[in-house]
Protein backbone atom coordinates (compact mmCIF):
# COMPACT_ATOMS: atom_id res chain seq x y z
CA UNK A 1 0.00 0.00 0.00
CA UNK A 2 0.76 3.90 -0.84
CA UNK A 3 2.19 5.35 2.39
CA UNK A 4 2.15 9.41 2.59
CA UNK A 5 4.06 11.25 5.82
CA UNK A 6 4.34 15.21 5.89
CA UNK A 7 6.78 16.68 7.63
CA UNK A 8 8.20 20.69 8.15
CA UNK A 9 5.16 22.80 9.41
CA UNK A 10 5.41 24.81 12.36
CA UNK A 11 4.66 28.10 14.22
CA UNK A 12 6.06 31.44 12.06
CA UNK A 13 5.94 35.36 11.57
CA UNK A 14 4.58 36.64 8.66
CA UNK A 15 6.80 36.74 6.15
CA UNK A 16 8.50 34.37 7.50
CA UNK A 17 9.66 30.73 5.88
CA UNK A 18 8.94 27.22 5.82
CA UNK A 19 9.81 24.04 4.16
CA UNK A 20 7.23 21.31 4.10
CA UNK A 21 8.25 17.75 3.02
CA UNK A 22 6.29 14.56 1.69
CA UNK A 23 7.71 11.25 1.90
CA UNK A 24 5.81 8.53 -0.35
CA UNK A 25 6.01 4.64 -0.38
CA UNK A 26 5.03 2.25 -2.87
CA UNK A 27 5.75 4.30 -6.27
CA UNK A 28 8.73 2.41 -6.83
CA UNK A 29 9.59 2.23 -10.58
CA UNK A 30 6.27 4.23 -11.37
CA UNK A 31 5.63 8.09 -12.36
CA UNK A 32 3.50 9.68 -9.97
CA UNK A 33 1.69 12.92 -9.31
CA UNK A 34 1.89 15.02 -6.14
CA UNK A 35 -0.13 17.99 -4.71
CA UNK A 36 0.01 20.21 -2.08
CA UNK A 37 -3.79 21.05 -0.38
CA UNK A 38 -4.40 22.85 2.73
CA UNK A 39 -7.67 23.57 4.77
CA UNK A 40 -8.76 25.47 7.90
CA UNK A 41 -11.88 24.55 9.83
CA UNK A 42 -15.17 25.68 8.24
CA UNK A 43 -13.74 26.33 4.65
CA UNK A 44 -13.10 24.48 1.55
CA UNK A 45 -10.19 22.54 0.37
CA UNK A 46 -7.51 24.44 -1.50
CA UNK A 47 -5.39 22.94 -3.86
CA UNK A 48 -2.00 24.66 -3.63
CA UNK A 49 0.38 22.90 -5.69
CA UNK A 50 1.15 20.21 -7.71
CA UNK A 51 3.92 18.63 -9.59
CA UNK A 52 4.30 15.31 -11.75
CA UNK A 53 7.49 13.72 -11.29
CA UNK A 54 7.79 12.36 -15.18
CA UNK A 55 8.62 15.81 -16.81
CA UNK A 56 8.46 18.08 -13.18
CA UNK A 57 6.19 20.31 -14.84
CA UNK A 58 4.09 22.03 -12.13
CA UNK A 59 1.08 24.52 -11.41
CA UNK A 60 0.49 26.93 -8.14
CA UNK A 61 -2.82 28.44 -7.66
CA UNK A 62 -2.56 32.43 -7.72
CA UNK A 63 -2.44 33.20 -4.30
CA UNK A 64 0.81 31.47 -3.74
CA UNK A 65 2.80 32.17 -6.73
CA UNK A 66 5.81 33.93 -6.31
CA UNK A 67 5.82 32.96 -2.84
CA UNK A 68 5.50 29.00 -2.83
CA UNK A 69 7.78 26.24 -4.89
CA UNK A 70 6.53 22.52 -5.40
CA UNK A 71 9.82 20.39 -6.28
CA UNK A 72 10.52 16.66 -6.55
CA UNK A 73 13.33 15.68 -4.13
CA UNK A 74 16.66 14.11 -4.41
CA UNK A 75 15.21 11.01 -2.43
CA UNK A 76 12.76 9.13 -4.86
CA UNK A 77 9.27 9.37 -4.21
CA UNK A 78 9.90 13.12 -1.96
CA UNK A 79 8.67 16.56 -2.44
CA UNK A 80 8.80 19.81 -1.09
CA UNK A 81 7.01 22.95 -0.74
CA UNK A 82 9.17 26.04 0.36
CA UNK A 83 7.01 28.74 1.60
CA UNK A 84 8.29 32.39 1.36
CA UNK A 85 6.86 35.21 2.62
CA UNK A 86 4.46 33.29 4.13
CA UNK A 87 1.03 35.50 5.11
CA UNK A 88 -1.54 34.75 7.93
CA UNK A 89 -4.40 33.57 5.43
CA UNK A 90 -1.59 30.76 4.87
CA UNK A 91 -2.79 29.56 7.81
CA UNK A 92 -4.32 25.89 7.54
CA UNK A 93 -3.29 22.31 7.74
CA UNK A 94 -1.34 21.04 4.84
CA UNK A 95 -1.48 17.95 3.26
CA UNK A 96 0.11 15.87 0.85
CA UNK A 97 -2.14 14.00 -1.61
CA UNK A 98 -0.55 11.77 -4.77
CA UNK A 99 -1.48 9.08 -7.06
CA UNK A 100 0.06 7.00 -9.86
CA UNK A 101 -0.02 8.36 -13.53
CA UNK A 102 1.25 7.89 -16.70
CA UNK A 103 0.49 11.25 -18.21
CA UNK A 104 0.92 14.97 -16.45
CA UNK A 105 -2.57 15.80 -17.88
CA UNK A 106 -4.19 12.99 -15.46
CA UNK A 107 -2.82 15.96 -12.20
CA UNK A 108 -5.10 18.56 -13.19
CA UNK A 109 -8.17 16.42 -11.56
CA UNK A 110 -8.40 15.93 -7.75
CA UNK A 111 -10.73 13.17 -7.55
CA UNK A 112 -7.34 11.15 -9.45
CA UNK A 113 -5.39 12.04 -6.34
CA UNK A 114 -6.77 8.99 -3.81
CA UNK A 115 -3.62 8.54 -1.81
CA UNK A 116 -3.20 10.99 1.37
CA UNK A 117 -0.95 11.83 4.29
CA UNK A 118 -2.15 12.93 7.72
CA UNK A 119 -1.26 16.59 7.25
CA UNK A 120 0.90 18.87 9.23
CA UNK A 121 -0.10 22.29 10.28
CA UNK A 122 1.03 25.88 9.66
CA UNK A 123 0.38 28.93 11.56
CA UNK A 124 1.65 32.17 10.25
CA UNK A 125 1.25 35.41 12.88
CA UNK A 126 0.87 38.38 11.95
Known amino acids: QVQLVESGGGSVQAGGSLKLSCAASGYTDNAYCMAWFRQVPGKERERVAR????????YYIDSVKGRFTISQGNVKNTMYLQMDSLKPEDTAMYYC???????????????????WGQGTQVTVSS
Open 97 to 115: AAARATRASYCQYDEYLVD
Open 51 to 58: IYSGDLST
